[in-house]
Each structure stands twice: as structure tokens, then as C-alpha cells.
């Protein structure tokens, strides 16, 4: 029998935004109070205690509900690779709301759009992969190596962005391949491809430069 589990968030926990019309809303498509999981949190953020439960409690069979697609994933490679692992452990994805209404991963049509939504994703990171590639062999050409050792800079983190969390990326691979080491890597990039403190400043920094 399938069961049920319902992901709310709010963005902020100064008691500003509360949580009541997504839960009505997930109340109303089935799903049980005891059973809706909630986070008062920006969707940037990496902790987000409310949707680690949730997705330890799917299993096999089950099916996750949310009222937006934006109250899931932090960005479009995220969402994919995040609705790309509960595909895996064949839970399904249903949005109520919003321009995502039409994902509905239990049926036919739901699996379709969100196959379009995951090929341009991996449109993206072939992109990335693509130019990264091309400035660290120009670089190498023009005899440097990239830099300092163990320097992160744009390029190598919008592709570790792009390689994190896909079940075929080894770790230590894409560290070679970037010039960077394990520690460096997870300073600025967490295990899904989220970015965290320093990978935010970095990319920052270079908006404010250019």
C-alpha cells in the first residue's frame, strides 16, 4: 500500500510565514499530519533537519508530496538529482501547485516532464564540463597549471557543482581532475552539489568583480 509523506517550507522562523496553507494543502491531496514533515528555513541552506527526516522515512512504494516544486530542491540540479535517487529507491514525486503541478512521478505523463526538466540539467553540465576542460588546457598551454595548488576558483566549482552528487562521480577522480584536494573540494561543495559557505563567497566575489 502506498503511503503518503508530505515536505512543507517556510523561509523564515521569525513566525512571519507560517507553514498552515501548505499543509491544508497536503492535507487536502491525502496525505495524514502525521506524516508531513516541515522546515522554517531559506532553501539554500544545506541543514534542513525537516526534509533529511522526511526522505529517511520514504520507502519502497511511497510517495512524496509537495505544494511547490520550489519548497523542495535549492535548484534545478538538485531537484533532478534529488527526484533522480528517490526514482532509485522507486518512491514517487507529486507538486501540487505552481508551473510543477504537472510532475507527477507515479504516472506516465508525470515521468515525462520531469525527463525534460533532467536532460537540460545534464545539458547544463555537459556545458560545464565542456568549458572548464577547454580553460584548464588553455591554461596548461600557456604553462600554468591552473593556478596556485589547490586553488578553487569559478569554473572548477560550477563543475563540481555540476559532477557532486552523481552516482557515478568518484570523489577522488574529479579531485585529480580539477587539481584540488578532498578537504578543499567539501569546503566549498557539499555531497549533493549544494554549495556551502565558501563556495557562496567565491562566486560572490566574482560577481562583484566583474
Known amino acids: 500500500m502506498t ?24 492535507v487536502k491531496a491525502g496525505v495524514t499530519i502525521d506524516n508531513i514533515y516541515e522546515d522554517a528555513a531559506s532553501g539554500k541552506k544545506d541543514d534542513r533537519p525537516g526534509l533529511a527526516a522526511c526522505l529517511k522515512a520514504l520507502r519502497a512504494g511511497d510517495t512524496l508530496v509537495v505544494w511547490k516544486l520550489d519548497r523542495l ?32 512521478t507515479t504516472t506516465a505523463n508525470g515521468r515525462l516532464v520531469f525527463g525534460i526538466f533532467a536532460a537540460l540539467a545534464e545539458f547544463e553540465r555537459a556545458l560545464i564540463i565542456e ?15 591552473g593556478g596556485r595548488p589547490f586553488k578553487m576558483t569559478p569554473a572548477k566549482l560550477r563543475l563540481a557543482q555540476a559532477s557532486m552528487g552523481k552516482p557515478e562521480t568518484k570523489v577522488a577522480e574529479l579531485c585529480a581532475e580539477l587539481g584540488i584536494t578532498r578537504q578543499t573540494l567539501y569546503r566549498f561543495v557539499g555531497p549533493q552539489g549544494e554549495l556551502r559557505a ?13
Open 3 to 26: 503511503t503518503l509523506l508530505g515536505y512543507a517550507r517556510i523561509s523564515k522562523s521569525d513566525g512571519s510565514q507560517l507553514h498552515d496553507l501548505q499543509r491544508d494543502a497536503l
Open 73 to 104: 530542491g535549492r535548484d534545478l540540479r538538485h531537484l533532478v538529482n534529488l527526484v533522480d535517487d528517490l526514482t532509485k529507491r522507486n518512491i514517487g514525486l507529486k507538486v501540487l501547485a505552481g508551473k510543477g503541478a504537472s510532475i507527477d
Open 131 to 145: 568549458r572548464t576542460k577547454a580553460g584548464l588546457e588553455a591554461a596548461r598551454a600557456r604553462g600554468r597549471n
Open 198 to 210: 565558501d563556495g557562496e563567497e567565491l562566486l560572490a566575489r566574482r560577481k562583484r568583480v566583474s
